[in-house]
T-cell receptor
Framework: EAGVAQSPRYKIIEKRQSVAFWCNPI?????LYWYQQILGQGPKLLIQ????????DSQLPKDRFSAERLKGVDSTLKIQPAKLEDSAVYLC????????????????FGPGTRLTVL | DAKTTQPNSMESNEEEPVHLPCNHS???????IHWYRQLPSQGPEYVIH???SNVNNRMASLAIAEDRKSSTLILHRATLRDAAVYYC???????????FGAGTTVTVRA
């Protein structure tokens, strides 16, 4: 079974530029998550989609970050304009369901995109 | 959110057991204890989870204290591939989020 795919793996931009990340979840997974992981910290949830609807975007800096999940499959996360503090690894994850104690809500993570803002 | 406390780091020798503690004194009756780990340059991966009883799977064992205020992840025979950051996370049935702390960095010596 193919895992969660993300691209690009690395991106270097200058502050005030724009950047976009792409994620392809595991086939059949209804729920998709974007996390931000700053060096030395654990991942922090930015946004969660259930199919193509937003479940939670309370931690997403909406003045500069946006995300979409067209047709309930692939997703893109965009930053415009980028700031120095956006330097981090951006992780995409997917799960069969959104919550519950069963293993169906286990989150599967991609390898992440490492963003450096100069 | 209920919080967990883990040591910053632990070291182990290859082929020896590793016991990773996690304190969660404010755990509620509906909080599940989840463990994920993150290998270098990879995204986190699920290890194990439990509610009240001890749990075993092919990767590890989870021992949960009787009062549920602490738990221990047990890697029975550490290999070099087990070197990672291990996260202990409390997850309520009504809370779909995985709230990661800083975790425990495990180093395995050959």
């Amino acid at each position: 079974e193919a895992g969660v795919a993300q691209s690009p793996r690395y991106k270097i931009i200058e502050k005030r530029q724009s950047v976009a990340f792409w994620c392809n979840p595991i086939s059949g997974h209804a729920t998709l998550y974007w996390y931000q992981q700053i060096l030395g910290q654990g991942p922090k949830l930015l946004i969660q989609f259930q199919n193509n609807g937003v479940v939670d975007d309370s931690q997403l800096p909406k003045d500069r970050f946006s995300a979409e999940r067209l047709k309930g499959v692939d997703s893109t996360l965009k930053i415009q304009p980028a700031k120095l503090e956006d330097s981090a690894v951006y992780l995409c994850a997917s799960s069969l369901e959104s919550w519950g104690p069963s293993l169906a809500d286990t989150q599967y993570f991609g390898p992440g995109t490492r963003l450096t803002v100069l | 959110d209920a919080k967990t406390t883990q040591p910053n780091s632990m070291e182990s020798n290859e082929e020896e057991p590793v016991h990773l503690p996690c304190n969660h004194s404010t755990i509620s009756g509906t909080d599940y204890i989840h463990w994920y780990r993150q290998l270098p340059s990879q995204g986190p991966e699920y290890v194990i989870h439990g509610l009240t009883s001890n749990v075993n799977n092919r990767m590890a064992s989870l021992a949960i204290a009787e009062d549920r205020k602490s738990s221990t992840l047990i890697l029975h025979r550490a290999t070099l591939r087990d070197a990672a950051v291990y996260y202990c996370i409390l997850r309520d049935l009504a809370d779909y989020k995985l709230s990661f702390g800083a975790g425990t960095t495990v180093t395995v010596r050959a």
